[in-house]
């Protein structure tokens, strides 16, 4: 978590507010809480809380991120390596460092979605527009003959290889992020490979 010590703080606040959601949901329930609890919960103003976030659906499921214009345009065009996984497996890489992910907030997160049935409905409506979006991309590099089908199927496998890396993180929490995005990778080639 490199950058000017704004940027460090700014990450800091993000994660505390995540957190603060996060618990709150599992406490008492998605529709259990508001944003001042929130402000409240995270020792922070209103304000704060609105200049980080603009809905609770993106606090507790974090926010957004766009990838840099370029990083899409050389994943188009065929980049970084030529082949499809292995290029989407960097893009995944760039957005976890883009984001600064903290494993124990991703598995906190996890939590929550698998336990309140509010807060699956809304995971499951924004990693569908997600994996739309990805499958835009796939379609633009591949081509319409690859498939939407396909495309589909390539990115519910890299879901669950992200998925895997953070049950290698849970016993281990000082593991570096990339190393465990190799080990859930190579996992993956090696069953494919069988």
């Known amino acids: 978590m490199g950058g000017s010590k704004w940027e460090q703080r700014r990450v800091e606040t993000t994660q505390r507010l995540q957190h603060c959601a996060l618990e709150l949901t599992l406490e008492r329930g998605f529709d259990g809480w508001t944003m001042d609890d929130l402000a409240a919960a995270a020792d922070v103003s209103r304000r704060t809380v609105f200049n980080y976030f603009d809905a609770k659906a993106d ?7 766009d990838l840099p214009e370029e990083t899409v345009a050389a994943f188009v065009s065929g980049g ?19 984001t600064s992910v903290d494993i124990e ?30 499958v835009a991309l796939i379609l633009e590099r591949e081509g319409e003959g690859f498939g939407a089908h396909r495309a589909r199927l390539v990115m519910r496998l890299l879901v669950t290889v992200f ?7 849970a016993p281990d929490l000082t593991r570096p992020l990339p190393d465990l995005i190799d080990d859930a990778v190579r996992d993956a080639r090696d069953v494919f490979a069988d």
């Open 163 to 169: 998925d895997s890396m953070l049950d290698r993180s």
């Open 80 to 98: 970084p390596t030529g082949r499809l996984f292995d290029d989407l497996v960097q893009l995944a890489r760039e957005v976890l460092h883009e």
């Open 105 to 134: 907030l991703e598995l906190l997160r996890r939590r929550v979605e698998s336990t309140d049935p509010k807060v699956m409905a809304i995971f499951r409506a924004r990693f569908e527009e997600h994996v739309e979006d990805a």
């Open 59 to 65: 606090v507790v499921l974090g926010p957004h991120h």
